[in-house]
């Protein structure tokens, strides 16, 4: 069955406070947007289309970042839900298939929730998601009969019986795509807010002899982020639910309340994650890799057998193979460390190649900005690089090479060879002595005044 989604995004977000659209704002490291995304992706649509308004450049870019292929529509003033979607007809009204229409604000919605929907799409022409709310407060209320639904009354415009329903709109509704955008065009505004309320379709499609039905979810599914208070509690819920997902699916997490994940975490079986790491977004972890307390990781990959931290920050293009060793106080950027590699401690490699089984020293820098460009720098295979050497990039030291400690090394470094680059050792007997004994006499003297 060929889906198409049209995602509303154009509401300005005005409770959150923020010059940035309320759809960019994040929650595990992605915006909202792509959560929303993520879960219609699910359904292979054959268009994703985005209704952007306030800040609609920044949403068209974010939503063709999360899919390039994805259209954007522009819904110049906000006139309700209903406009909102109409916005979306010159390019879905005659595509075969389905509409499902999602919220750019409610961000957990699930791919299997959307399923039932279009299942249930086998015995009504309209399918609402509704689910039961502890506080329905100034939800929509569905009202129905049987296993029929026969309106959507907006709080503003319900009686006091109506808004005593508990039985409320997520917002989230799915139709034959032409049937929906031939309902939508009818839409009106007489009502309390003046607006074109997409509910109003279901009455719509009951005036023209059409079914229309509910399909209940957890009403965690549907919560929408107004607030930053509800975008913390977001946060908050997204966390829970990735923690038992990584533990369910087979990972170690020794403090689970204090690993945050991103939205596109990716952990293997029987990796173990210590307390306190955070991933941000791009972050996969093989099998049986192991990430101490305290790291920082995005945009990266860590293989089967590596170990990573404590205190380690790998950033976007660090590439770690298998039994990698990457230690405390450690920073790896767009870097690829080949197998069996070994950083140990405080140290920076940024735009370098490291060859398989080389050891990098402690303090190592690799200096890859020249203060306009950056460089790159590549170590061979079983290389040792001394504790404090500067590599210079661009620079290349080769397989089976040494730098001596604390070299500072600007010239390529040919394989096998030894590099020694720092001044040579001089000591003078006996000159400690001297020179405490004169200061100390110093000292007095000025003690004395
Ligand atoms: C809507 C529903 C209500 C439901 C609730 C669930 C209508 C009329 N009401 O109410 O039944 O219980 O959601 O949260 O549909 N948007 C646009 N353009 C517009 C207006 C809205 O893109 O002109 C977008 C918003 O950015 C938002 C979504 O549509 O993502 C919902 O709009 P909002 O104004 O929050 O609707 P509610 O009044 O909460
Ligand atoms: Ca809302």
Redesign the pocket.
Known sequence: MQVSLII????Q?TRMNSDTP??LHKVAAAPLLHHAMAAGRALDPVRSVV?V?HGGEAVAAAARAFDETAEVVV?EE???????VAQAAPLLADLPGEAIVL????PFIRPETLQAMLAARASHAVVVLGFHARDPG???RLLTQGDQLLA?R?FKDATSEERAITL????VICADAQTLFRLVAQIGNANAAG?Y???DVVELARAAGLSAGVVTCDEAE?M?V?TRAQLAEAEAAFQARARAEALENGVTLTAPETVFFALDTHIGRDAIIGPNVLFGPGVTIESGAEIKGFCHLEGCHVSRGADVGPFARLRPGAELAEDVHVGNFVEIKNAILDEGVKVGHLTYIGDADIGEYTNIGAGTVTCNYDGVMKHRTRIGKRAFIGSDTMLVAPVTVGDGALTASGSVITEDVPAEAIALARARQVNKPGLATRLFEKLRALKAAKAKG
């Open positions: 509303l995004a154009a509401g977000g309320k759809v209704v308004g819904q906000q006139k309700g839900t209903g406009h909102a919220y750019g604000d409610t100034r939800y929509g959507i907006e409320c709109n997520s917002g607006e309320y997409l509910t549907t929408g107004n």
